[in-house]
């Protein structure tokens, strides 16, 4: 079965120090793992997408996420957080034989950028 | 491009009702999937159409039921209401279908409308 862990509900950063969200998963064959943003009342927005290739996959406004096969991991970054980044984080997985509109999402992270 | 879009947004209920939520997915999108999404269980999938037809479909009660018109539009209804139901009720649309070299229509990424807000009194 697939499944997707956020160990931290809220990660506390301050405004220009850098920022990690963390995220592991568990697949059967090869995931397809994907990073989410939620401002509220709002739906959630795409961040950046691991398909295969590259470890280091590069996002919307300035995120940047390692994927780490040994241990399973895919830990969203940035260089230097800002007050705006305040909101809630979701890692989800597909596994790549699977072509349908279900993600496996984790249970979220809330980000909170303090000036 | 214009992008999800989600009817109502906001609605307030009473136990053993019934609410029909709508969703127009971006113009060439074929595939609406919708989740609920509570503080308590996070965000679930419901189901998801494709060429109007359900394809996949997630641990709901029967209560809970989804269709698909030939315009790729999507409702779900959920009948006779519970207080658990409150929710955010998003729906996601995707061209399942992927261009050369993205890795597979696995890789196709969902675009979420800004969701239904249900209360259910």
């Known amino acids: 079965a697939q499944s997707v862990a956020q160990p931290e509900d809220q990660v506390n950063v301050a405004e220009g120090n850098p920022l990690t969200v963390k995220c592991t998963y568990s697949?059967?064959?090869?995931?397809?793992l994907f990073w989410y943003v939620q401002y509220p009342n709002r739906g959630l927005q795409f961040l950046l997408k691991y398909i295969t290739g590259d470890n280091l996959v590069k996002g919307s406004y300035g995120f940047e996420a390692e994927f780490n096969k040994s241990q399973t991991s895919f830990h969203l970054k940035k260089p230097s957080a800002l007050v705006s980044d305040s909101a809630l984080y979701f890692c989800?997985?597909?596994?790549?034989?699977?072509?349908?509109?279900?993600?496996?999402f984790g249970q979220g992270t809330t980000l909170q950028v303090k000036p | 491009k214009a992008g999800v879009t989600q009817t109502p947004r906001y609605l307030i209920k009473t136990r053993g009702q019934q609410v029909t939520l709508s969703c127009s997915p971006i113009?060439?999108?074929?595939?609406v999937s919708w989740y609920q999404q509570t503080p308590g269980q996070g965000l679930q999938f419901l189901f998801e159409?494709?060429?109007?037809?359900?394809?996949n479909k997630g641990n709901f009660p029967g209560r809970f039921s989804g269709r698909q018109f030939s315009n790729s539009r999507s409702e779900m209804n959920v009948s006779t209401l519970e207080l658990g139901d409150s929710a955010l009720y998003l729906c996601?649309?995707?061209?399942?279908?992927?261009?050369?070299?993205?890795?597979?229509?696995?890789?196709?990424?969902?675009?979420f409308g800004a969701g239904s807000r249900l209360t259910v009194l």
């Open positions: 989800a997985v597909r596994e790549e034989i699977f072509n349908t509109g279900k993600l496996i």
């Open positions: 113009s060439g999108h074929r595939s």
């Open positions: 697949v059967s064959g090869n995931p397809y």
């Open positions: 159409y494709f060429s109007e037809t359900q394809r």
């Open positions: 996601a649309s995707s061209f399942p279908r992927a261009a050369a070299g993205t890795g597979g229509s696995g890789a196709n990424v969902l675009t």
